[in-house]
């Protein structure tokens, strides 16, 4: 049996690197959201201007629609936290190497 010891604490710069990973690829997935949406919301205007409206096609565009701006929103919110991750490590390592923002590393 596999001893049961405690890993290792994670450095706080670590965690912080590792938090802006996962948010930069929730960052990349939300735009590949907005890419269909739009390219989705694109088609189904065109099918209505070319074959006219219906109940259905209506519906469906104003679904795309909002589809598409819950995306966008989304988005906003994972820049505002990707903001708040960089300002985070940036004050980390001004702080805990003494180094002044723009230093050479």
């Known amino acids: 049996m596999a001893s049961q010891q405690n890993p290792m604490p ?4 670590v965690r912080l690197v590792i938090a802006l990973t996962e948010v930069n690829s929730r960052y990349l ?22 074959e006219g409206a219906t109940p259905e096609r209506t519906r469906d565009i104003a679904q795309l629609r909002e589809r ?5 929103s989304e988005l906003l919110a994972i820049e505002a936290e990707r903001d708040w991750l960089e300002n985070e490590l ?6 805990g190497s003494g180094k002044q923002p723009g230093d050479l590393q």
Request: hydrophobic share 30%; proline share 3%; aromatic share 2%.
């Open 29 to 50: 997935r939300g735009e590949n959201r907005c890419a269909g949406a739009e390219i989705e919301l694109a088609c189904a205007l065109s099918c209505e201007k070319h």
């Open 68 to 72: 598409l701006s819950a995306s966008e």
């Open 90 to 95: 940036a004050n980390f390592d001004t702080t």
């Open 10 to 13: 994670i450095p706080e710069r």
